[in-house]
């Protein structure tokens, strides 16, 4: 009975961008930053190759990426001559199971140099699909946590003076004699009706509640 022989296992490759574009007389974007993405629960060993490396610096070209985070690979085009425009290279990442160097896939991306500028240059944002979500580091996470916070804490000091201010209002109206008192020490145009002190008595019991839900 012949040994059982284990299948090599082929992953998706996650890689972004999937093409870079240089430009001959945009010096900005004779750097470029691939990212690699690992969404898996394993590391991976990295390398990048590259068809033309006489014309390309990549800055780490091999490495591991954790479970489930990601890199930025740093490449440098350094012959951006005329005579290079409009000639497709490529580079093509491999990526191996850690600690194994079981190959489990690869991706090639496009890359080459335009002639002139442009002042639309820049890594749009990626599909959220296109990968899995990758965790937020703790920092971040406290982070977002204290500005959720604050955000809340300005929200309530607001509500706490709106509501303030409209129990002074209702008390003061209710402290105000009614029509038909006999006060010689307020107007008489300050003399309320019932109904209105009712509608101060209504209004100031929903301040209450709303002071002791806050």
Do not use: W
Not at 8 to 16: E, I
Not at 31 to 52: E, G, R, S
Not at 201 to 212: A, Q, R
């Amino acid at each position: 009975m012949q040994p059982l022989v284990a299948t090599p296992r082929k992953l998706p490759v996650f890689v972004f961008p999937q093409s870079i574009t240089f430009f001959l007389d945009n010096q900005t974007t004779h750097k470029q930053v691939l990212t690699l993405y690992n969404p898996y629960d394993f590391p991976v060993k990295f390398k990048v190759l590259c068809t033309a490396p006489n014309k390309y610096k990549v800055v780490d070209p091999e490495g591991t990426i954790k479970a489930r985070c990601c890199v930025d690979i740093v490449i440098r085009h350094t012959a951006p001559l005329i005579s290079n425009c409009n000639v497709i290279d490529k580079f093509r990442i491999h990526m191996q199971e850690h600690p194994t160097k079981q190959a489990i896939g690869k991706r090639d991306v496009e890359a080459k140099l335009l002639s002139g500028t442009s002042d639309t240059v820049g890594r749009s944002t990626p599909d959220p699909d296109m990968f899995h979500q990758l965790p937020i580091n703790e920092t971040t996470r406290q982070q977002q946590s204290y500005a959720l916070i604050s955000q809340n804490r300005a929200v309530d000091r607001g509500t706490n003076y709106v509501a303030l201010v409209a129990g002074i209002i209702c008390i003061a109206g209710l402290l105000l004699p009614t029509e038909g008192e006999q006060n010689n020490r307020v107007p008489d145009y300050l003399h309320l009706s019932m109904n209105f002190k009712l509608i101060f008595s209504f209004v100031l019991g929903m301040v209450v509640i709303i002071i002791s839900k806050i």
